[in-house]
């Protein structure tokens, strides 16, 4: 809904022979860019066996480490796509230089992430430094830095790793997704129902391995932060938004 119902905002070739999904979790995005491009040889890897074992014919999950060497040869995809790795890369600037070697010439990477820094729709409501959702980042910030595998990621940061890889052309969009039904606008209205039905069921899942393991809370003080996040999120006075 965000990109308005396309897969990709990349201007790649109208028939690319090869595709890779990098973070490819449980392979939805992978079995849909393999659908719409049949003739294409799609891969999907991850840390992780959780996508399906059906799929069709031309995409092929792999169980993989995108942080290790990689071992694909240069120039061999037209597009990588990476999407919500925030908080599992140790070195951002030597995935993004494999990206570029392995790329064809002419070949386009997309990444996509979120904003972990809630705030409202009104520029002139800022939050107060003790409100959630700034604890809430903050932690997150913590727990990366303590483990060397940062949140920190915004445009600047993001355009430096791909300028620095020998990238060209690169260009930033930033969509902002409302985290509620609040919006009067249709789409966003219900971008926002399912984005706050998604953090609804992702807020304990995300706190408990940062907040809890790294940082060392208690489950009683997680959960604590959870139902403010939740309670914060779902005031509609909040108007709550983050940015991709």
Not at 100 to 106: D, V
Not at 165 to 187: C, I, L, M, Q, S
């Amino acid at each position: 809904m965000m990109l308005s119902d396309k897969l990709y905002l990349a201007p790649i070739a109208p028939n690319p022979t090869h595709i890779l999904d990098i973070g490819t979790g449980t392979g939805i995005w992978a079995i849909d860019i393999a659908d719409a491009f049949p003739s294409a040889s799609v891969i999907g890897t991850d840390i992780s066996p959780t996508q399906p074992t059906y799929a069709p014919p031309n995409l092929t999950f792999q169980i993989d480490d995108a942080q290790l060497d990689w071992t694909f040869p240069a120039n061999t995809f037209d597009f990588i796509h990476i999407r919500y790795l925030h908080g599992a890369i140790s070195s951002w600037p030597k995935l993004y230089s494999q990206m570029f070697r392995c790329l064809k010439p002419g070949g386009y990477f997309q990444h996509l992430e979120p904003n972990i820094e809630l705030r409202c729709d009104n520029p002139n409501v800022p939050f107060p430094a003790d409100h959630v959702f700034n604890q809430w980042a903050q932690l997150f910030y913590d727990a990366g830095d303590k483990i060397g595998r940062s949140f920190r990621i915004d445009q600047a940061i993001m355009e430096g790793w791909a300028n620095d890889a020998g990238f060209e052309d690169v260009t930033h969009k930033k969509f902002k997704v409302p985290h509620g039904p609040w919006p009067k606008d249709k789409r966003l209205k219900e971008m926002g129902m399912y984005t706050g039905l998604y953090m609804d069921l992702s807020l304990d899942g995300f706190a408990l391995f940062p907040v809890g393991q790294i940082l060392g809370w208690s489950v009683e003080e997680v959960n604590g932060l959870v139902e403010r996040m939740r309670g914060a999120v779902h005031d509609v006075r909040n108007r709550t938004n983050s940015d991709m």
